[in-house]
C-alpha cells in the first residue's frame, strides 16, 4: 500500500511540474500581448485548467491507463516511467525548451515497458495514435492560426489599429479560457491514466475489458486537476518567454487567433481521446498566426530549436526511464 501511495504522489508531483512547465502554452500569448499581468494571467489559466474536468469525459486518462498490457505493468514500471518524463521535463524547463510533457510521460512509460516486456507489451492503437498526432497537432493548429487571421485581416482590416486592438484585448481573455481548458482536459487525464494504471498493477482496480476502456475514479481526475493547477500557479516564466516573445511577436488579434486556433485543436483531439501535445498545438499555432505577416515575422531559428527538442523527447525520456527501471531491477526493486 505504502509503494501504491508514493506512485500516486510522484504523479501528481509529474502533474504539478507538468502545470509549471506547460503554463507558458496557456498564457504566453496573454502575457506577451500584455492583455494580462502575469500574476493575474497565471490564476486565470490555473483556475480553468482546474474546471476543465466538467468538460470531457475521460477518455484520454482511459487510454493511457491501458497503454501497457495489464500483464507487464507495475508499480515499478510506472514508478520508472514517471521518472523519465519528470527529469526530461526539468531539462527541458532549464534549458527553456517548451518541449511536450504528454509526450515525455508516453515516453517514460514505453521505454521502461520495452526493458520489461519487449515492444508487444505496449498498446499500439494509443503510442500509433499519439505518433500520428505528433504531426497532425502542430499543423492542424498552424492551418487553423492562418484561416483565422486571415478571416479577422478580412473583417476588420478598415479599421483603425487602435479600434482593432481594443477589441481583441477584450476577446483573447476568452480565448485564453477556451485554451486552458484544452489544456487541463486532455494533459491532466494522461496523469490520470497513470494513475489508474497503478491502481490496476496494485490490484485496486479492475483492468479493462480487451478493446475496453478502464474507469478511472473521479477521485483521480480532481486531484490530477488540482495539482495541474496548483503548477500552473508557479508560473513557467522561463519558457513563456521562448513561446510569447522569441518565436515571433504577437498582437492581441494575433494571440486571439492563436489562442483559439491552439483550443479547437484540443478539443477535437480530447472528444477523440488522443493524448497529443499541448507545446506542439500552440507553437504551430503561433507560427500560423504570425505568419500572415509575412515568413519574416517568424523567428525561424527559434522554431527549429523548438522542433529538434521535440523530435528528442520520446527516446529521451524513454532512455532515462529504461534506466532507472533497470537500476530499481538490479537494486532488487519488485518488477
Keep these: 500500500m505504502e509503494a501504491l501511495i508514493a506512485i500516486i504522489a510522484l504523479a501528481l508531483v509529474f502533474d504539478y511540474i507538468n502545470g ?4 507558458a502554452n496557456s498564457i504566453a500569448t496573454v502575457v506577451s500581448t500584455r492583455v494580462l499581468a502575469p500574476r493575474l494571467a497565471v ?15 475521460s477518455h484520454v486518462a482511459g487510454n493511457i491507463a491501458k497503454g501497457v498490457h495489464a500483464d507487464v505493468v507495475s508499480l515499478t514500471l510506472v514508478g520508472a516511467g ?5 527529469l526530461w521535463d526539468l531539462l527541458t524547463w532549464w534549458l527553456a525548451l517548451p518541449t511536450s510533457s504528454s509526450h515525455a510521460l508516453l515516453g517514460g512509460l514505453a521505454g521502461a515497458a520495452i526493458v520489461k516486456g519487449g515492444f508487444g507489451a505496449l498498446d499500439p492503437k494509443l503510442f500509433i495514435e499519439a505518433g500520428i498526432f505528433i504531426f497532425i497537432s502542430p499543423i492542424m493548429g498552424m492551418v487553423l492560426g492562418a484561416i483565422m487571421m486571415r478571416l479577422v485581416m478580412a473583417l476588420f482590416g478598415r479599421r483603425s489599429p487602435s479600434g482593432v486592438d481594443k477589441s481583441f484585448r477584450r476577446l483573447q481573455l476568452l480565448s485564453a479560457s477556451l485554451y486552458s481548458i484544452g489544456h487541463g482536459g486532455n494533459d491532466a487525464q494522461k496523469t490520470a491514466g497513470i494513475i489508474a494504471a497503478a491502481l490496476i498493477a496494485a490490484g485496486k482496480l479492475e483492468a479493462a475489458a480487451p478493446g475496453g476502456i478502464p474507469h478511472v475514479p473521479l477521485w483521480v481526475v480532481l486531484a ?16 513563456v518567454q521562448t513561446m510569447g516573445m522569441r518565436i515571433t511577436k504577437l498582437a492581441p488579434v494575433g494571440g486571439f487567433c492563436a489562442e483559439t486556433a491552439g ?12 493524448p497529443v501535445s ?3 498545438t500552440i507553437t504551430g499555432a ?3 498566426a504570425g505568419s500572415q505577416r509575412g515568413l519574416h515575422a517568424v523567428r525561424w531559428g527559434v522554431a527549429s530549436r523548438i522542433v529538434w527538442a521535440w523530435i528528442l523527447t520520446v527516446p529521451g525520456a524513454a532512455l532515462i526511464s529504461s534506466v532507472v527501471y533497470l537500476v530499481a531491477r538490479g537494486l532488487g526493486v519488485a518488477p
Design 20 to 23: 509549471f512547465h506547460d503554463a
Design 286 to 288: 503561433i507560427v500560423g
Design 224 to 239: 490530477c486537476h488540482a495539482a495541474m493547477g496548483l503548477g500552473t500557479l508557479s508560473g513557467g516564466w522561463r519558457i
Design 263 to 274: 483550443a479547437a485543436t484540443l478539443f477535437f483531439a480530447t472528444m477523440l481521446g488522443v
Design 43 to 57: 490564476l486565470w489559466a490555473a483556475f480553468f485548467n482546474f474546471v476543465a474536468f466538467f468538460f470531457f469525459e
Design 278 to 280: 499541448t507545446t506542439h
Design 82 to 86: 514517471l521518472c523519465g518524463a519528470i
